[in-house]
C-alpha cells in the first residue's frame, strides 16, 4: 500500500503502483515535515525527563528509613502507570480547562487571567511531557530502586569511615553503581525516539495545537483514515517503522558494548 495510490475498492491488486511518491510527499508536505518535528521534540524530552526523574526519585526515596513511609510513597507514585491515557486525559481535560482546579488555584493567587494549557501552542508540548512522567516515573524508580538495593552496603560502610557525608556517599557510591542500568535504559530508549506515545496525544490535543502537537502517528490517523489517504498512511507509517528498526538495533549495539546488556 505504501508504493500505491491504494483504493479500496479496487484493493492491493487493483490499485495503481506509484514507486516512491508517497515516500516523496512525506517531504513536500508542511504538515508531515512538521509532524516529525513535533515527534523529536516531544519523544526526546519525554526520554530525557524520564530518565532524570526516576533516578532522583528512587536516590531520594532510597534515604528515607521509614519503611511504612516509604512504601506508601513508592504505591503513590506507581499507581497512575496502571491508569490508561483515556483515564488519565479525562482528568487532565478537567483539572487543567478554564474553569479547572489549576486555573482556579493559579487566578487566586496571581489574579491572572485563566490559561488554556490545551489549547495553547506553547504550553502544549509542556504539558504533554509533564503528563507523561508524572504517569510513568513510577516504573522506571522502582527499576533504579531494585539497583540501589543491590548495592554492597560495605561501599557505604568504607565511605562512612573514610568521612563521607551522605550526599558523598550518593555521588562516588551510589550513582557510579547505578551507571550501568542508567546506560541500558538510557540506550534502549533510542528505539522509541519516533514514538511520542499516540494514545496520549490523540486523547489530549486539538486543532488549536496541531502546530505544535501533532506528531507522526497522529497524522498517519487523520491522514489515512479520516482522510482517505491510505497509500500516503501507510508510507509514513513505514518510514517511522524503517527509522525505529535502525534505531533500535543501534540501541541494543550500545548497551552491549557500554554496559555488556544483551538479549541472547
Known amino acids: 500500500m505504501a508504493f500505491q495510490d491504494y483504493k479500496p475498492w479496487l484493493g492491493i491488486t487493483g490499485s495503481r503502483w506509484i514507486g516512491l511518491d508517497n515516500f516523496e510527499r512525506i517531504f513536500q508536505y508542511k504538515e508531515a515535515t512538521q509532524a516529525i518535528i513535533n515527534t523529536l521534540i516531544i519523544a526526546v524530552s519525554k526520554i530525557i525527563v524520564g530518565i532524570i526523574v526516576p533516578i532522583v526519585m528512587a536516590i531520594l526515596l532510597s534515604e528515607i528509613r521509614n519503611m511504612g513511609i516509604k512504601k506508601s510513597v513508592q504505591t503513590l507514585v506507581y499507581l497512575p502507570h496502571f491508569l490508561s491515557w483515556v483515564t488519565v486525559a ?127 502517528d497522529t497524522y498517519v490517523y487523520r491522514s489515512s483514515l479520516l482522510n482517505g489517504q491510505y497509500g500516503f498512511g501507510t508510507a509514513v507509517g513505514l518510514f517511522k517503522s524503517g527509522i525505529s528498526l535502525i534505531l533500535i538495533v543501534v540501541s541494543y549495539r550500545l548497551a552491549y558494548k557500554y554496559a555488556n546488556y544483551k538479549i541472547f
Open 90 to 216: 479525562g482528568l487532565m481535560i478537567d483539572i487543567l480547562g478554564l474553569d479547572g482546579g489549576i486555573n482556579h488555584i493559579l487566578t487566586q493567587i496571581f489574579g491572572n487571567d485563566p490559561i488554556y494549557f490545551l489549547g495553547d501552542p506553547d504550553l502544549f508540548r509542556f504539558t504533554v511531557v509533564i503528563s507523561d512522567v508524572w504517569k510513568s516515573f513510577g516504573f522506571g524508580m522502582i527499576v533504579y530502586l531494585a539497583t540501589i538495593a543491590g548495592i554492597n552496603p560495605s561501599y557505604y560502610e568504607a565511605a562512612e569511615i573514610d568521612g563521607a557525608t551522605r550526599r558523598q556517599q550518593i555521588r562516588y557510591v551510589t550513582l557510579p553503581s547505578m551507571l550501568p542500568m542508567i546506560i541500558v535504559i538510557s540506550t534502549l530508549s533510542l528505539g522509541n525516539i519516533l514514538d511520542a506515545g499516540f494514545d496520549q496525544v490523540f486523547n489530549l490535543y486539538n486543532p488549536l495545537v496541531y502546530s505544535t502537537g501533532d506528531i507522526i
